[in-house]
Every structure is written in structure tokens, then in C-alpha cells.
């Protein structure tokens, strides 16, 4: 592990992984508190038709996934909180129409698109140094909104209605916190992909959901755990010669259920 | 519109699908009651708190809450709604729930202050669950729950406190320490509670109203008194003042 890391892409690999285990780490937290890993799945998925015309335009497909991602966020918060369509039928829609146009795009765009298959489901080994500025731009606007914002969320989390009544503008934070899973988003899309990023968002804070009551502690305990597995997935598919970002969410995945296993055996005794 | 009333509903219709919730009703709250509004399940009974707070926009009719509009009257207003509302396994301690409270003396990117602290322990020790504040919130009872629920309401400083089916998931025997709670609140603030359960909540309320927004669809065989006979008319009805409705109901 210690001569992979004289690499320039084994030191980058390191520091994307760091940057997604901060913001799934936080963000994941509330994605599961509030119950909207569904929601976050469908801004994920979306963001592949702004990979498929990042490539037929030309332009960087990450920055164009961040256009996506937020712009589905919004639209989706609008439809939820403002007609009366049931939730998981729009992002099951949604969801799938952004696939949709992704390869309608990339269908359309000239020649082949090399590294599609990184988009879907991440390779943390060929981040480039300008996906990583902007991971760590986003990680800071994630870090400085959660800590402005905190008690705010919090509320917005536990109980809209209290909130609402008490004067906590919930309307505007649910959207905002929709964005957040769409940055989110596009931090995690280098790492594990856009079809596996609902596992960093959802594995690392359920298990830190076990040792503590407190969203802070969980936080800090999820960003933990997900450097954990994004550093430990990326050892064993380097010695095991695995696809990453695979690699990583099935280390989360097994951790986890081997946790709640264990507790449920704690239990019985 | 008399400006000692806390509350004033006039003429208040809701539906909800072209189906008639709330038809016609007028209610004033002034300070010092202590309400309580009984009617049968699936209904009505929350979507008027749920007026009265500014959550649900009537059809028709005014809402105004110290001579203000709801959205901004119902800061003076604390809520207790009804408890499965809750997700139980949520990750948060009493303290913090209590602390929500102080939201609207607090604002916006601030942190709670001091006096905000001393506020959630005075009134976690008036429900008498100060020994307990940092105890995570799914571990207590559903009475547990409800006080912690109260605290948190009386944290916001309220001129009225509005509670929805404060005692479904109370045990009968921890039922009349709750209503002892309220019977020493009732001092400083009006109080009005919902209930479907009328033998409960007869005894300590200083008034009752029923409530049956559902002529059509429902008949009311939960309640079949002469009392009722009169909320066929008109969904809300000032039955009785001080004890008379204590014995009035006792009897069926």
C-alpha cells in the first residue's frame, strides 16, 4: 500500500476519498434522518444526462452533472412540495428520464465516450486535479451551510410542522438541503459513480445511527467510517485488482449488515 | 372582533377533495379557558387546530390569532400534535428536542443562548423531566414522550397551548398525572385540547365543544347525547360551562 502511494493518482485517489467520506459523511446523515434516500437516488441519476451532454457539448461532464443534479433538485422539491403527485412516483419518473437523456446525448455526440463507464460507477484512480478542487470547493460550501444551519436542519429533520410554527423557514430549507444532496452528488460521481452513490450516502450514517443519539456525533462518526471504506476499498481493489468504486460500496455494504447482524445476535443473548 | 380573544375563527369552511371538513364554525378563545373539543375519530378535530395554527388555509372564512394573521399570530401559540407523528428511532436527546422550542427567540444562523437553556430547563422541570434531559427520546414512554412534547411547547413562551389527542398514547394510569399537569398550566395560559376520548377529558377542561364536520358520512354514535343532538346544526357548540359537563357525561 505505502509504495502505491508514491503515485500521483494513488495521492489523489486518497484525498477523493477523503473529500466524498466528508460529504456523504454529512449529508447522509439527514439524507436518512429526513427518509429521503429515494429523492437523493433521483438527483443522482439524473445527473448522467448532464454527463451525456457534457460530452456532446463538449464541456466537462462534471460541471455539467452539477447543473443537472441542481436543477433537478429544485424541480423535484417543486413537485413534491407543490402539487399533489405522489413523491415516489416523481423521482421514479424523473429518475429514469435523466438516464434517458443522458444516452439519448451521448448517442448523439461524435465518437466514442472513453471513460463513460467511470461516470456510472466511479474510478477513484483517474480523478483528475481539477475534479478535485472542485470536490473540495463543494465539501467547503456543504461544511460552512450545515454549520450555519445546523439547528435549522435539524428541526426541518425531526418535526416540519413545530418548525413551521415556530418560525423556521422549512419550505426554503428543504430546497436547500435538495442542493446539498445534488453537490453531494457531484463529489461522490468521480468515487463510486453515479449508480452506486446512494450506498455512501445511505451505509456510513445507518451505521453510526447504531453508536449514538446525536446527528452531530453521527456525522462525525459517518464521515469516519466512510474514509474507512473508501480507503479500505480502494487497498483491496488495488491488491485484489477490483473495479474501486465497486469495490468500496460492497466493503460498506458487507460492514454493515455484518453490524446489524452482530447487534441482533447481542440482542438475543 | 373583540381584542381580548387569543383566538377568533369566523365562519370557517374547509374541504379537502370538494368533501366538507369543517363547515361554518366560529370559536373564540380568550385567555384563561381551557377547552376541550371532543367529536368523533378521522378528522376535523386536527384540520381546526391545524386552522387555527395557519397550516391549512380555509375556503372561506377568518382566521386571527391576537388580532394577527395565523402565519404570524401563531408564534404565540404552543403545539403538541399528535404523537405518532413521530419517527421514535430518530437520533436526538430530550435537551435538544426541548431547545427546538426556542426557535422563534432565537432566528437564523444563531446559536441558543443562555437564557434559551435556562427556558428548556424550567420547563423540562415542570413536566418533571429534568432528571432525564439527556436521555435519547425513543426510549421513553408515550407519556414520557407527550411531556417532553409539552416542555418543548412551553418553551416558546405560549399564550395558548394546543394539544392533539394529548393522551392517545398515554396509559390510563399515567393519564391523570398528565391532566394534573395541565390543571397547574391552566394558571398562565389558555389551554385547548382535542380528543375523541370524552370521559378523559370532561373532568379537568372547564368547557367542551363538540365537533362533527361529517354530517353527511358519519353518524355519531360514539357520542349519542341530547348534547349532540344540537352539533347536528352546527359543527360547533358551546355546551356547557364549569362542572355541569363532568356529570352531564358521566352518565353514558
Known amino acids: 500500500m505505502f509504495e502505491a502511494l508514491q503515485f500521483e493518482f494513488m495521492r489523489n485517489a486518497i484525498v477523493a476519498g477523503l473529500l466524498a467520506a466528508i460529504a456523504c459523511g454529512v449529508v447522509g446523515v439527514y439524507v436518512t434522518v429526513k427518509k429521503i434516500v429515494f429523492a437523493s437516488d433521483g438527483i443522482a441519476h439524473f445527473s448522467f444526462g448532464g454527463v451525456g451532454l457534457g460530452y456532446l457539448i463538449g464541456i466537462n461532464p462534471i460541471w455539467v452533472a452539477m447543473a443537472f443534479t441542481l436543477a433537478s433538485a429544485i424541480g423535484m422539491g417543486f413537485i413534491i412540495r ?16 435523466g438516464m434517458a437523456l443522458g444516452i439519448i446525448f451521448i448517442g448523439l455526440a461524435p465518437g466514442y ?14 480523478v483528475p486535479i481539477s475534479d478535485l478542487i472542485l470536490m473540495f470547493v463543494l465539501d467547503g460550501i456543504i461544511l460552512i451551510l450545515v454549520l450555519a444551519l445546523y439547528k435549522e436542519f435539524l428541526t426541518l429533520c ?81 491488491i485484489l485488482d477490483l473495479a474501486s468504486g465497486a469495490t468500496i460500496v460492497l466493503l460498506s455494504g458487507i460492514v454493515l449488515l455484518g453490524s446489524f447482524g452482530f447487534s441482533k445476535l447481542r440482542s438475543k443473548t | ?51 387555527i395554527l395557519g397550516l391549512v388555509h380555509p375556503d372561506r372564512g ?27 428511532s430518530f437520533p436526538i436527546n430530550i435537551w435538544d428536542t426541548v431547545l427546538m422550542g426556542r ?73 391523570t398525572e398528565f391532566y394534573e399537569l395541565l390543571d397547574h398550566l391552566k394558571d398562565t395560559m389558555a389551554i385547548v385540547l382535542v380528543s375523541h376520548d370524552i370521559s378523559a377529558i370532561s373532568i379537568y377542561v372547564n368547557e367542551i365543544a363538540c365537533l362533527n364536520r361529517q354530517l353527511y358520512y358519519h353518524g355519531s354514535k360514539e357520542i349519542t347525547t341530547e348534547i349532540l343532538e344540537s352539533t347536528y346544526k352546527c359543527p360547533v357548540q358551546m355546551i356547557a360551562h364549569g362542572t355541569i359537563p363532568h356529570r352531564v357525561l358521566k352518565e353514558h
Open chain 1, 82 to 97: 407543490r402539487t399533489k403527485l405522489p413523491e415516489d412516483t416523481v423521482i421514479g419518473v424523473l429518475l429514469a428520464m
Open chain 2, 1 to 51: 372582533m373583540s381584542q381580548e380573544n387569543l383566538v377568533q375563527l369566523h365562519n370557517i369552511w374547509v374541504r379537502y377533495n370538494g368533501i366538507p371538513v369543517l363547515e361554518n364554525i366560529n370559536l373564540a378563545i380568550k385567555k384563561g379557558d381551557f377547552l376541550g373539543i371532543i367529536g368523533p375519530n378521522g378528522g376535523g378535530k386536527t384540520t381546526l387546530l391545524k386552522v
Open chain 1, 113 to 126: 465516450a472513453p471513460d463513460l463507464f467511470s461516470y456510472l460507477f466511479g474510478n477513484i484512480l483517474t
Open chain 2, 103 to 175: 426557535y422563534g427567540s432565537t432566528g437564523m444562523f444563531k446559536h441558543y443562548n443562555a437564557q434559551d437553556k435556562l427556558a428548556v430547563e424550567q420547563a423540562l422541570k415542570t413536566v418533571g423531566m429534568i432528571d432525564r434531559k439527556f436521555q435519547q427520546l425513543g426510549q421513553l414512554s408515550g407519556g414520557e414522550q407527550q411531556r417532553v412534547f409539552i416542555a418543548r411547547a412551553l418553551v416558546t413562551d405560549p399564550q395558548l397551548l394546543l394539544l392533539d389527542e394529548p393522551t392517545a398514547s398515554v396509559d390510563s394510569a399515567m393519564q
Open chain 1, 158 to 238: 425531526f418535526d416540519e410542522e413545530f418548525g413551521a410554527i415556530t418560525g423556521v423557514p422549512v419550505e426554503k430549507l428543504y430546497f436547500l438541503l435538495l442542493c446539498m444532496i445534488a453537490l453531494t452528488v457531484v463529489v461522490m460521481i468521480r468515487v463510486v459513480g453515479i449508480i452506486l452513490v446512494i450506498a455512501l450516502l445511505t451505509i456510513p450514517a445507518t451505521l453510526a445511527r447504531q453508536f449514538t443519539h446525536n446527528l452531530r456525533t453521527m456525522m462525525l462518526l459517518a464521515t469516519a467510517f466512510g474514509i474507512i471504506f473508501t480507503f479500505g476499498g480502494i487497498w483491496l481493489s488495488y
Open chain 2, 62 to 88: 377568518t382566521v386571527s390569532i391576537m388580532g394577527e394573521p395565523p402565519e404570524r399570530g401563531r408564534r404565540h401559540i404552543g403545539y403538541v400534535s399528535q404523537h405518532n407523528l413521530f419517527d421514535r
